[in-house]
T-cell receptor
Framework: DTAVSQTPKYLVTQMGNDKSIKCEQN?????MYWYKQDSKKFLKIMFS???????INETVPNRFSPKSPDKAHLNLHINSLELGDSAVYFC?????????????FGSGTQLSVL | DQQVKQNSPSLSVQEGRISILNCDYT??????FLWYKKYPAEGPTFLIS?????DKNEDGRFTVFLNKSAKHLSLHIVPSQPGDSAVYFC??????????FGTGTRLTVIP
């Protein structure tokens, strides 16, 4: 029973398209995150979100937007996809909004923009 | 600017020997450090952590050492097992702020 699951696992799309990646956690955690791992293997936080607060990494373009229908879900919407958006995107969750709290990651979504 | 660096992209070790993975950081304000392990096609999983008030933390075969003056931490795995073959990420944080990850070291344990 997967704790943090994200879909799809692979996503290939054309430049300019709009796409979404879904994430669900069944751990009862309060906080969810989106991380991006680029071609240089850097893992960087994009967003952290709990039911009270969305914290956005200021370097993230506003084409990226998280949507949370409930505490267990945090989806990532990307508008007007660009070549540079190609990366692996990881969803994660933690018990509290304390970054020292260990994170539970999903298995990643490999996005390829052609 | 990469604040957490893992300068060795890969490491090979014989089964039963010690694996030592290294990590350097530049921000002296970091107060919490974590190691994550990642298998192919899976997300990173938490392995072990250490607070800046300590210089060592041990959990079974895994020990993390922190040298604050050198801004260096290391992960020791003894004895190494083939199932330890994975990519290991070092991460650091300041207070409740976000985690800064290194680029990972791929460990291969040779049977």
């Amino acid at each position: 029973d997967t704790a943090v699951s994200q879909t799809p696992k692979y996503l290939v799309t054309q430049m300019g398209n709009d796409k979404s990646i879904k994430c669900e956690q069944n751990l009862g955690h309060d906080t969810m995150y989106w991380y991006k791992q680029d071609s240089k293997k850097f893992l960087k936080i994009m967003f952290s979100y709990n039911n009270k607060e969305l914290i956005i990494n200021e370097t993230v373009p506003n084409r990226f937007s998280p949507k949370s229908p409930d505490k267990a879900h945090l989806n990532l919407h990307i508008n007007s996809l660009e070549l540079g958006d190609s990366a692996v995107y990881f969803c994660a969750s933690s018990q509290a909004q304390i970054i020292n709290e260990k994170l539970f990651f999903g298995s990643g979504t490999q996005l390829s923009v052609l | 600017d990469q604040q957490v660096k893992q300068n060795s992209p890969s490491l090979s070790v014989q089964e039963g020997r010690i694996s030592i993975l290294n990590c350097d950081y530049t921000n002296s304000m970091f107060d919490y450090f974590l190691w994550y392990k990642k298998y192919p096609a899976e997300g990173p999983t938490f392995l072990i952590s250490i607070s800046s008030i300590k210089d060592k933390n041990e959990d079974g075969r895994f020990t993390v050492f922190l040298n604050k003056s050198a801004k260096h931490l290391s992960l020791h795995i003894v004895p190494s097992q083939p199932g330890d073959s994975a990519v290991y990420f070092c991460a650091a944080s300041v207070g409740a702020n976000n985690l800064f990850f290194g680029t990972g070291t791929r460990l291969t344990v040779i049977p």
